[in-house]
């Protein structure tokens, strides 16, 4: 049996080909260099020579491609409608083009320093990029987790570097707040060699205290932060490939069942021979 007519379906609507549009290629394409340019101009914004000879036209190029991403927008919302919205991408888009748009008309310095959040929108064009940031935020629960018990341990150590060397480092670990400073900087292995040279002048034994104090708060706490990220990135990657090979399983079929209507329509051409 050939195909019907009817099955072919109606011709795809202007919403259709407008959603095909901005979804296509060479649309994601244009954008990106709008992205990669926007930062070239804010980068020469603050080299002096540029900023004195070329500030007015770097100006002027800013607000083309704040302009450009607004009319990229409104596409979008135009082809997806209210959908647009349910996507927590395309809220991030939105905000950072709209937050793009209030610094121009405020006069604020903070706001205007804010254009440079639309670089971050190069991470919603990429796939393997929203992974990341998407593994970051759904690890959050189990790195709170883990820094609430970093900071139990800070703390306990505080207490006792506090009693032990505060009264002859108060620099130091004159209280808990400097000590739990202290330690932090020590956590984050920058200049501890100095801290605890300058401590065992005064108490020869305390390298025991310092090295237990990296080995728990350094090599095994900090390393579990890296063990949460690497976890969750891991998931998100599997079901992102899931994704990817289920899109392309989909396609293939599509282009079967293409074929297998094109091997119909030849067969019926034949038999009206």
Known sequence: MGRDETDSGPPPGPRARLLEFVKSGGFQNAVLTLILLNAVILGLETWPP???????????????????????????????????????????????????????????????ALRVLR???????????????????NAIPGILSVGVVVLLVVYVFAVIAANLYGPMHGEYFGDIFSAMYTLFQIMTMEGWVDIAAEVRETHPNSWLFFVSFLLVGT???????????????????????????????????????????????????????
């Open 50 to 112: 540029a900023a004195r000879h070329i500030k007015s036209q770097l100006m002027w190029l800013d607000h083309a491609i704040l302009a450009a991403f607004a009319v990229e927008i409104g596409l979008r919302v135009a082809a997806e409608g209210w959908r647009f919205f349910r996507g927590g991408w395309n809220l991030f888009d939105f905000s950072v083009v709209l937050v793009s748009a209030l610094s121009i008309t405020s006069g604020l310095a903070a706001l205007r």
């Open 119 to 137: 670089l971050l929108r190069i991470i919603s064009i990429f796939p393997r990029m929203r992974v990341v940031v998407s593994a970051l935020i």
């Open 219 to 273: 090599f095994t706490m900090l390393n579990l932060f890296v063990a949460i990220v690497v976890r969750v990135v891991e998931e998100d990657s599997e079901e992102l490939e899931e994704e990817i090979q289920k899109e392309h399983a989909a396609t293939m079929a599509a282009i079967a069942a293409l074929r297998a209507d094109v091997a119909s329509l030849r067969d019926e051409l034949r038999e009206h021979r």
